[in-house]
């Protein structure tokens, strides 16, 4: 288990000063699929490098297994770091590179041999123990980067935007390779990434970051079906946000008109003017617009294989797009300019405040 | 016919363009025929010639410009013996020049590291202060190291107004003064190829290396220096052979006394009007310095395997 408590990291000095860290606390259990998700600047980075220990933060504790690894420098760590760019020693080959952290720790030769062994096989790069690092292709590499961390068996792996470098295919393709490896190997993983995706089809738990914050931490699902805030909604997945108005009764209405009794939280239940999180696959497009809670005119349609967005401007003038999948054996076409309903279940609707 | 007729054009084609092209390389090729080439055949044709009395040669063959390399003849007699003298000025130039080496890689790979970790708008500040120095005359630089170290000098002074001592050290005119003048003059030779070579790591792997249970000690010796080590062996080169055949350091810092090779040679053609045996002196340096360089790049490319 690892906890961070209160971390503070301010990089310069005095009003100039840049908070990359204000007071951050998260508590990350043994075996976990831990996922650091969020804009390029909101700190999840460097949360990563100070628990790896290249950054000192000014305040707080960092615990593993109970004991504060705030004042031990990087190489007395047992934690281990998958490198963006993988960072592979390239005067050394391979199997090298792999048991270069054994080596360091003074394993004997017998047992780093053994070791190295076990984890190119691991991770499939048995064949190509004697090659160095510029004769791979970059999921090679990837996979000798992640070999060489996981080698020194650290309680916490941790890995910086480690797939952002391959492409799509092949980052698919690791992103089932580490999650096999992090469930074989029962080791705590710590994932930094940007990409929403990748962290909802990895993670046991996420906790998304903002301006050196955490804004909310739960599993891919709550994250993405109940986000707290409108910056969470945003950022995880595309969505609709519709302004609306709470009365003390408990409904909501909508642009348009309509009213409709929407899933709320307990603490949400402020009367007044509140922001509805609809996700637009969780929508369908209906003919006959008053059948519907929300309508819209239809402005542009845009194909995308596996479904279309329909881009409707609701009647106080926002945007919303709706997803339909597509399917040759129901085909349907709306016409641009065409006033259609949206459809959806009470459930899909978040209400936020404000 | 009409079938060989274009490989005919084509072979005259071929033909013109490598004529072409030693027509472009033909003013590289002279220069280095007049530059290098043909005052090397010179100094070897003259090794082999007789001195004349009052300098130059005798066009008449003899094997005395090489036979004084490392003996030297009885006046009375003429029997050879070895030439002691020859023996511990080469002995001397290799030491010092070893030394030499030595201390600019160890100033200067700290000193290339420092300017390399800096942030990219201060580097050319740091370069600058290395390099001022290299535009001031080489003389004026000795004479300024003199000043430093002569028994009513600087160091001298400070050290006797600290009570340290009281009587002056003697610095100047010893092997002391010769290499701190050489240290001091090649030093940005060594920084400037060890910068460069720095310039280009990759920082990350440090970080990496640390990740990886690497101390400080180790991460240098495993991850810094093999990967800076095209840098080392170019500096080192860059300061191993000029400081091999040094001439105004040691002729003004060493005194009458203390010479290295090249103070030789300029004697054999000055003072002592033997300009065989300057020239034979010539290609002994000339030699040393290529088998040098053939076992120090032997050497170290083995090593990275």
């Given at each position: 288990?690892i ?16 908070i ?5 606390s ?12 969020g ?32 004042s ?8 281990n ?9 390239p ?22 041999a ?28 990837q ?5 060489r ?9 941790l ?25 074989e ?9 940007h ?5 909802l ?17 739960g ?10 805030e ?11 946000f ?13 642009p ?13 239940a ?9 996700r ?14 929300l ?5 542009n349609v ?53 | ?7 005919t ?6 033909r ?32 082999f010639?007789?001195?004349g ?5 005798v066009?008449?063959?003899s ?10 003849s ?7 013996s ?17 030394l030499?080496?030595?201390?600019c ?31 001031t ?14 028994n ?15 009587q ?13 003048g050489?240290v ?10 060890l ?5 280009r ?15 400080p ?5 495993r991850?810094?220096?093999?990967a ?10 860059l ?16 005194g009458?006394?203390?010479l290295?090779?090249g ?5 054999q ?6 300009w065989p ?11 040393m ?17």
């Amino acid at each position: 288990m690892i906890e961070v408590d209160r971390i503070h990291v301010r990089f310069g000095e005095g009003p100039g000063a840049f908070i990359a860290l204000n007071d951050v606390s998260v508590t990350i259990n043994e075996s976990e699929f831990f996922t650091l998700l969020g804009p390029s600047g909101c700190g999840k980075t460097t949360l990563l490098r100070s628990i790896a220990g290249f950054i000192h933060p000014s305040g707080g504790a960092i615990r593993l297994a109970g004991q504060n690894i705030l004042s031990l420098p990087p190489f007395k760590r047992p934690v281990n770091t998958v490198f963006q760019n993988y960072a592979l020693f390239p005067h050394m080959t391979v199997a090298e590179n792999v048991g270069f952290g054994l080596e360091m720790l003074g394993r004997p030769r017998a047992e780093i041999a053994a070791t190295v062994e076990e984890m190119l096989a691991l991770v499939k790069m048995t064949p190509m123990a004697s090659r160095r690092p510029s004769e791979l292709s970059g999921g090679q590499q990837q996979r000798v980067a992640l070999a060489r961390a996981l080698a020194p068996k650290p309680k916490v792996l941790l890995l910086d935007e480690s797939l952002s470098a391959l492409d799509l295919k092949l980052r698919k393709e690791m992103q089932i390779e580490l999650k096999r490896l992090q469930s074989e190997t029962g080791i705590t993983f710590i994932f930094v990434t940007h990409d929403q995706e990748e962290a909802l089809t990895m993670s046991d738990r996420i906790a998304v970051m903002s301006a050196g914050t955490i804004r909310q931490i739960g599993t891919p699902r709550e994250i993405y079906d109940h986000p707290r805030e409108r910056f969470v909604a945003d950022f995880i997945g595309d969505t609709n946000f519709v302004q609306a108005n709470l009365s003390a009764d408990g409904t909501v209405e909508l642009p348009g008109g309509a009213r409709i009794r929407a899933g709320l939280q307990e603490d949400a239940a402020v009367a007044g003017p509140v922001t509805l999180v609809i996700r637009p696959e969780q929508t369908v497009l209906e003919q006959v617009p008053e059948k519907a809670p929300l309508s819209g005119v239809l402005e542009n349609v845009v194909y995308c294989g596996t479904d279309t967005h329909y881009h409707l401007m609701l009647a106080d003038g926002a945007r919303f797009v709706v997803r339909r999948q597509n399917n040759p054996a129901r085909p349907v076409t709306f016409e641009k300019g065409q006033r259609l309903g949206i459809g959806f279940e009470p459930q899909a609707v978040q209400v936020l405040e404000g | 016919m009409a079938v060989t007729q274009p490989n005919t054009d084509l072979v005259i084609a071929n033909r013109r363009e490598t004529r072409n092209r030693w027509l472009l390389l033909l003013p590289s090729i002279v220069i280095l025929l007049a530059a290098a080439v043909g005052p090397l055949i010179v100094v070897v044709i003259y090794s082999f010639l007789t001195a004349g009395d009052y300098g130059g040669v005798v066009w008449h063959f003899s094997w005395d410009g090489w036979l004084g390399v490392f003996t030297t003849s009885d006046p009375f007699d003429g029997t050879l013996s070895l030439a002691n003298a020859h023996i511990s000025i080469l002995w001397r130039s290799v030491k010092l020049s070893f030394l030499t080496t030595l201390f600019c890689l160890i100033l200067g790979f700290p000193t290339a590291y420092f300017i390399a970790t800096r942030p990219v708008t201060q580097r050319d500040g740091w370069m600058l202060l290395i390099t001022i120095p290299f535009w001031t005359n080489l003389l004026i630089r000795t004479f300024a190291i003199m000043g430093l170290i002569r028994n009513e000098g600087l160091a001298n002074g400070l050290l006797e107004w600290l009570g340290i001592i009281d009587q002056p050290i003697q610095m100047m005119f010893t092997d002391f003064a010769i290499l701190l003048g050489m240290v001091y003059v090649y030093l940005p030779l060594m920084v400037l190829p060890l910068y460069a070579s720095m310039e280009r790591l990759n920082f990350s792997l440090i970080d990496a290396a640390y990740d990886l249970y690497a101390t400080p000690f180790r991460v240098l010796r495993r991850v810094i220096v093999p990967a800076v080590k095209p840098g080392v062996v170019a500096g080192s080169i860059l300061v191993f052979v000029p400081s091999l055949g040094a001439y105004v350091i040691p002729r003004i810092l060493g005194g009458g006394t203390q010479l290295m090779l090249g103070n030789l040679i300029e004697l054999q053609f000055g003072q002592a009007r033997n300009w065989p045996l300057g020239a034979a002196l010539s290609l002994t340096l000339l030699v040393m310095v290529t088998v040098a360089l053939i076992v120090y790049v032997r050497a170290s490319a083995n090593e990275g395997d």
